[in-house]
């Protein structure tokens, strides 16, 4: 789970809050107002928090993509806006893992980065599990609405599985150097107990094989010649897949 903060207002907003009492506990320390809850799908990983949260915090905001979504008040799809504080947030649908999974694209001021809070569509070096979606709605989640953000955009997921996906993108590009780099560096990070969150939108591109369904090595690797057959290729091969 996240905190959004507007530091101007001092308003939040907090993502797939599934420890409702430790994050008003942070709240509260930090002196901020929470108003509203961004939920990217209704797993219980993600939304299971939000019924407790109501009876803490009463008068919240909660949105969601998906009537599946636990105390909706607020149903959002492809392109609506809402504010947090001076904060523009962009609600982007990304259907695949469930049919309602939003995602959520944050900009602030010129000089601030704009982040992405991802779900469980984009992992650091992977993606979600297709649960109620088909490898068509993952390329276009992933290369058509994600892949169109600033380069720049810092990628805020929801499980942190870098070390296991990147395994998995060596095993399907052992001879991309970016995925080496980005390995070693995120088993540093592992094990000095550090996050290895965010990363961005360009440096998915680099070495996140779901990402990469349209380059030659990862296409020979799924032995299909077109990005949609290499999505469902290297997701079912990446669903049993044992890293070393």
Request: hydrophobic residues 35%.
């Amino acid at each position: 789970m996240y905190l959004l903060i507007d530091e101007a207002s001092k308003t939040c907003a907090a993502i797939d809050p599934v420890e409702p009492k430790k994050l008003v506990e942070a709240v509260e320390k930090e002196k901020l107002k929470l108003t509203t809850v961004l939920t990217t799908h209704h797993h219980w990983d993600h939304a299971g928090g939000n019924n407790e949260l109501v009876k803490l915090v009463p008068g919240l905001d909660i949105c969601g993509g998906d009537n599946r979504v636990d105390a909706l008040t607020r149903k959002v799809t492809h392109n609506d806006t809402l504010k947090v504080g001076s904060l523009l947030v962009k609600c982007l649908m990304t259907p695949c893992h469930t049919s309602g999974h939003i995602c959520y694209y944050v900009t602030g001021s010129q000089d601030e980065t704009p982040v992405v809070f991802t779900g469980d569509t984009l992992f650091i070096g992977g993606c979600g599990r297709f649960f109620e979606g088909t490898a068509d709605q993952m390329y276009k989640a992933l290369v058509d609405v994600l892949g169109s953000l600033p380069g720049e955009t810092k990628v805020f997921c929801g499980h942190e599985y870098t070390v296991q996906n990147l395994k998995f993108a060596q095993h399907v590009e052992p001879g991309n150097p970016a995925v080496k780099n980005k390995l070693t560096w995120a088993e540093e990070q592992v094990r000095g107990n550090s996050s290895t969150v965010p990363s961005t939108i360009s440096e998915e591109f680099s070495y996140n094989p779901f990402m990469r369904v349209r380059e030659k090595s990862v296409q020979t690797h799924a032995k299909q010649g077109d990005a949609i057959a290499t999505m469902a290729s290297i997701r079912a091969e990446k669903d049993t897949f044992k890293a070393k």
